[in-house]
Nanobody, 114 residues
Framework: VQLVESGGGLVQPGGSLRLSCAASGFTFSIYVMSWYRQAPGKERELVAAITSAGGSTNYADSVKGRFTMSRDNGKNTVYLQMNSLKPEDTAVYYC????????WGQGTQVTVSS
């Protein structure tokens, strides 16, 4: 199993970023996928999750209305569209899957600062 995140970077408050997570090594289309984040000095927290077919999503209260998670099962990729970014969104963002064993990507840094 391999999860490779991309799309992070430095953005000003109010800006947008789109994260991607390319998956391989498992049957992507049958598993729930999720995004987590970890800010310095804080525990890793769930940001969003999406069901296997993409019909249902869940979000942390802190990102509801600003972030949108989606997936393309034909490309084995999940996305996290992040709008109206705030400094408190600064963190390393990780893609995660539980196929009976939990796998994480290497993470992508998102920094929101003026």
């Amino acid at each position: 199993v391999q999860l490779v995140e991309s799309g992070g970077g430095l953005v000003q408050p109010g800006g947008s970023l789109r994260l991607s997570c390319a998956a391989s090594g498992f049957t992507f289309s049958i598993y729930v996928m999720s995004w987590y984040r970890q800010a310095p000095g804080k525990e890793r927290e769930l940001v969003a999750a999406i069901t296997s077919a993409g019909g249902s999503t869940n979000y942390a209260d802190s990102v509801k209305g600003r972030f949108t998670m989606s997936r393309d099962n034909g490309k084995n990729t999940v996305y996290l569209q992040m709008n109206s970014l705030k400094p408190e969104d600064t963190a390393v963002y990780y893609c995660r899957v539980n196929v009976g064993v939990i796998y994480w990507g290497q993470g992508t840094q998102v920094t929101v600062s003026s």
